[in-house]
């Protein structure tokens, strides 16, 4: 089946330790994005790559970085993890042009101690 | 500020009942979606509605969208437990170059036996 695939799904790091999320889909699509969801909260879109162009969010923090390798794998990494970004990241991907239909993975819970 | 607003925040009902989620704005959105997202997973896509006024039903999900395409509205008739999860409204701008997606912040429904 075709599919947005996260690893891992929990991740546990510590204060500064630089962490990375990876992404890998099969549905061949065009655009993928990576969105931070806290509890009881919207996802909120830190940025997304058109194919090998990267566009970040005006309030995405300079901690976040991402690659993309090719248009199967996207990774987020997070450069020193601060308490505050203890969330679910979620990884989306989409068709050009359909933004509006977008697939998610099942998110990596991280957890910074 | 939430570009969407959801209401109620959490809903909690016996099966067979029925509940309505309301998604609100004071935006127009060209198209807006409705995810359900359960515990530890990613947001899965329900349905996409693109013209005001427009009524679509997945089996027990009835879908609408308003005719100023300013808000939308979920509900689910005879509710069963595999109901539960979070429901998230999401829309993309008609103003948006490229068509990011705003989540409202989504509605927990807890149906119990």
């Known amino acids: 089946d075709a599919m947005v695939i996260q690893n891992p799904r929990y991740q546990v790091t510590q204060f500064g330790k630089p962490v990375t999320l990876s992404c890998s889909q099969t549905?061949?699509?065009?655009?993928m994005y990576w969105y931070q969801q806290k509890s009881s909260q919207a996802p909120k879109l830190l940025f997304h790559?058109?194919?090998?162009?990267?566009?970040n969010e005006a309030d995405t923090p300079d901690n976040f970085q991402s690659r993309r390798p090719n248009t199967s794998f996207c990774f987020l990494d997070i450069r020193s993890p601060g308490l505050g970004d203890a969330a679910m990241y979620l990884c989306a991907t989409s068709e050009a042009g359909l933004a509006d239909r977008q697939f998610f993975g099942p998110g990596t819970r991280l957890t910074v101690l | 500020t939430q570009l969407l607003e959801q209401s109620p925040q959490f809903l909690s009902i016996q099966e067979g009942e029925n509940l309505t989620v309301y998604c609100n704005s004071s935006?127009?959105?060209?198209?807006l979606q409705w995810y359900r997202q359960e515990p530890g997973e990613g947001p899965v896509l329900l349905v996409t509605v693109v013209t005001g006024g427009e009524v679509k039903k997945l089996k027990r999900l009835t879908f609408q969208f308003g005719d100023a395409r300013k808000d939308s509205s979920l509900h689910i008739t005879a509710a069963q437990t595999g109901d539960t999860g979070l429901y998230l409204c999401a829309g993309q701008m008609t103003t948006d170059s490229w068509g990011k997606l705003q989540f409202g912040a989504g509605t927990q429904v807890v149906v119990t036996p």
């Open positions: 549905l061949n699509h065009n655009v």
């Open positions: 935006s127009v959105f060209s198209s």
């Open positions: 790559y058109y194919d090998k162009d990267f566009n």
